[in-house]
């Protein structure tokens, strides 16, 4: 998908200066402050519904013109919410396209995450209750990426046999295990966030339509 963790990261940048500066002051980081307020939050962020297309996006639905969304918003809703809702909302969006493989039976017992949104113990919950699944951490989460590259240019030049000696450089940290009552909660969100998608498709279109137009007038 285009925006997942970037997603979170638009939210943090527009509309938390105040928790960067009180972080950068703090020496701590924005996410651990963050992650405080996402503690309080419940299954659902409290009927508030976000699609995380802001720059289009590619699997599930290849929208150039999609539009990212908070659906449901009401007076009562606080910044936590809106978080949780972000984190959410990629999370489902993810279980879509992990929903095709499924489709192929494909058995899915664990799925392993990296990255900076993979240190979210919110998310990693998230994760486990959407996708019914069990989330496993490595203890390297930002360095995945670049030993993955390096373990597969070594296998490429011949320093390593094949993908197996991944298994030595990896050390797993702990297991999420999802919490059943949370999975039926989404698994009824689920078809709610796929269909706000498909509801607003035809908007999208038109509000691309408007602002190509109102360049080309300007």
Request: proline residues 3%.
């Amino acid at each position: 998908m285009q925006s997942g963790g970037g997603a979170y990261s638009w939210y943090i940048n527009k509309f938390c200066q105040y928790e960067q500066n009180l972080a950068q002051r703090g020496h701590k980081s924005i996410y651990d402050i963050l992650e405080q307020e996402l503690a309080n939050t419940s299954v659902g962020s409290n009927g508030l519904l976000f699609l995380p297309y802001l720059i289009g996006e590619r699997s599930p639905w290849w929208n150039t013109n999609a539009k990212a969304n908070f659906i449901g918003l009401k007076m009562e809703h606080q910044r936590k919410d809106l978080l949780r809702a972000i984190q959410e909302g990629v999370a489902m969006n993810l279980n879509i396209i992990l929903n095709i493989f499924k489709a192929e039976n494909i058995h899915i017992s664990e799925l392993v995450a990296v990255g900076g949104g993979a240190k979210s113990k919110s998310w990693q919950k998230i994760f486990a209750d959407v996708y019914n699944t069990k989330i496993i951490l490595p203890k390297l989460l930002d360095e995945a990426a670049s030993m993955g590259a390096a373990i597969t240019a070594g296998v490429g030049i011949g320093i390593f046999k094949d993908f197996e000696v991944a298994s030595k450089f990896i050390s797993l940290d702990k297991i999420i295990e999802p919490t059943p009552t949370n999975v039926k909660k989404y698994q009824k969100l689920q078809p709610i966030f796929e269909k706000a998608y498909l509801q607003l498709q035809s908007l999208f279109e038109q509000l691309n339509d408007f602002s190509e137009k109102r360049v080309l007038d300007e």
